[in-house]
Every structure is written in structure tokens, then in C-alpha cells.
């Protein structure tokens, strides 16, 4: 793995991180409210002056102001998930999803919002905490891509819990939403992730190492953001470690052991570095 890089929240308390987000949020909120007034205003003013055709126009700019300032928004939301995905802080990213789980609004937020939480719950050790936070969220209408978070964090929880018999289950809903999707929509890629992610926990149960280092290759292959790159990591060690190759599955959680932030994985790469002493700490 690449020297690591760290988001502008890194060294920032969960407090001050809610404040400055959702400052950021009700300044969108502001700036969308004033826009589109002006622009109704102005149009009914031009209206009132016979020129209806004034509609036109403005109903074209409102619907930009909007839709720029939504991907305002979501862009602000995908920074705030880097606590999680680039830091590997789980701890905080779980504390600044409780602090904002008042202001969450109805919607597609309020979903984001829980999906997040849960996944941050999932990696932090909270498997069981992580699937209530999710439940219900899968029987209402939501978005393919919110479709697939959740059933991340489902998936994410059953590692945690070394449920191999969950992540089977899941196996045809996620391969059903994964060929539903054209080829040309990033989300297929998604959900293939998804998919191998579950297949090579299915497999390392079932100690099929053939089917375990097909799917691992997946993952690795697919792995960007540094969370996902420890935790590529830490399966490796996992499935070495069970094919008796202790001394190649060292190396892979000692990385996991450096880069795995408050993630759960970082200590159980510890324990596992403690348990299995190499070489120069036997001489040590």
C-alpha cells in the first residue's frame, strides 16, 4: 500500500467536524432557499408584465441552482465518509454520525446518514449494533446505489460475526441486483465487490481455497480507497493463516496492524502478530 493520505477532518474532533458539516449544510439550504426565490420572483414580475414565456427560462434555472447545489451536497457527504474510507477511523466516524442523528432529515438523507453509521459500527466491532441501525432500510423505496450500502453493511456485519451461513444467504439478492444493471453503470462494478466480498467469506469457511483466492483476487483487484485496502489485506492474512502459511500471512497483518486506524481488524492483527511472534521478536 501506498504511503497513506488523510482527510482535512483528520486531526479534527468529532464535535467540530458535525459543526462544520452541517454549517455547510444549512449554508446549501440557504443559498437554494434565496436562489430560487429571487428566480420565482423575478419570473412572476416578468409574468405580471405579460411575459409569460419568462416560466421558461426560470423554471430551467431553479432546476440548475438545484441540482448544482444537491451535487454540493452529496459532495460534502462523500467527504465526510473519507473519515471512514481514508482515515480508517471507525471510532470517529461512528461518534459523528451520532451527534448528527438528529438532524437528519427525512429520505434519502436520513438513509445515507444510517447506512453510514452502521458500516461504522460493522468495522468497529459492532456487528449486532450495525444491523439494527440498517433494519427496516431495505423494505423501503430507496436507490439502487443505497441498496447496495446497506446490504454492504449487512455483509460487512456477517465478517465481523464470522457468519458464513448470513453471507451465503445473500449471495442470489446481491448477484440479482448486480445483473439487473447495465454494464455501463458503475454500480455493476459495485456490486460485483459486493458479491466477492460475500463469496470469499462463504468460501474461506468452507476452507475451498480455490474459490476463496478467485474471490480475493476480486477484491484486491477492486480495492481503492485505504479501508478497503486493509481489509484486502487483513483477508489475505486470514486465508494464508488458515492454509498453515504463517510467515506469508505475516506480512499482511502487520500492514493491517499499521494502517487499520481504530478499525476493528487492526486489533485482531495485533492479537494475531502477538500469538504468532516471527523470527526477530523470538530473538528480541
Not at 468529532?14 to 437554494?32: H, Q
Not at 474510507?85 to 427525512?106: F, I
Not at 458500516?119 to 423505496?141: F, T, V, Y
Request: charged share 25%; aromatic share 8%; proline share 3%.
Amino acid at each position: 500500500m501506498a504511503e497513506q493520505e488523510f482527510t482535512m477532518y483528520k486531526d479534527m474532533e468529532p464535535e467540530e467536524i458535525s459543526r462544520k458539516f452541517w454549517g455547510a449544510d444549512y449554508l446549501v439550504d440557504l443559498v437554494m432557499m434565496v436562489g430560487l426565490g429571487f428566480v420565482i420572483i423575478a419570473a412572476a414580475w416578468m409574468a405580471n408584465k405579460g411575459q409569460t414565456w419568462a416560466f421558461i427560462p426560470a423554471t430551467i434555472i431553479a432546476f440548475i441552482v438545484f441540482v448544482g447545489l444537491n451535487s454540493r451536497r452529496l459532495r460534502n457527504f462523500a467527504r465526510l465518509q473519507g473519515i471512514l474510507m481514508v482515515d480508517c477511523d471507525s471510532k470517529k466516524m461512528e461518534r459523528v454520525c451520532e451527534l448528527s442523528a438528529k438532524r437528519t432529515k427525512k429520505g434519502a438523507e436520513r438513509i445515507r446518514f444510517r447506512t453510514l453509521h452502521g458500516m461504522s459500527m460493522a468495522l468497529n466491532g459492532k456487528p449486532d449494533e450495525a444491523l439494527e441501525m440498517i433494519d427496516g432500510l431495505e423494505r423501503q423505496k430507496v436507490q439502487a446505489a443505497d441498496s447496495l450500502n446497506i446490504r454492504s453493511v449487512r455483509a460487512a456485519a456477517y465478517r465481523m460475526k464470522g457468519d458464513a451461513a448470513s453471507a451465503e444467504a445473500m449471495v442470489n439478492e446481491v448477484q440479482a441486483i448486480h445483473d439487473s444493471l447495465p454494464d455501463a453503470n458503475p454500480l455493476k462494478g459495485a456490486a460485483g465487490y459486493l458479491l466477492a466480498q460475500l463469496d470469499f467469506t462463504v468460501a474461506l469457511d468452507k476452507r475451498d481455497w480455490e474459490a476463496a483466492e478467485h474471490a480475493l483476487e476480486h477484491v484486491e483487484n477492486q480495492a481503492a480507497a485505504p479501508e478497503r485496502l486493509v481489509e484486502a489485506a487483513y483477508s489475505h492474512g486470514l486465508l494464508l493463516d488458515a492454509q498453515g502459511k504463517t510467515d506469508e500471512a505475516r506480512p499482511h497483518f502487520e500492514e493491517v496492524a499499521a494502517k487499520g486506524g481504530t478499525l476493528i481488524i487492526r486489533d485482531k492483527a495485533r492479537d494475531w502478530l502477538n500469538a504468532h511472534p516471527g523470527p526477530a521478536q523470538l530473538e528480541g
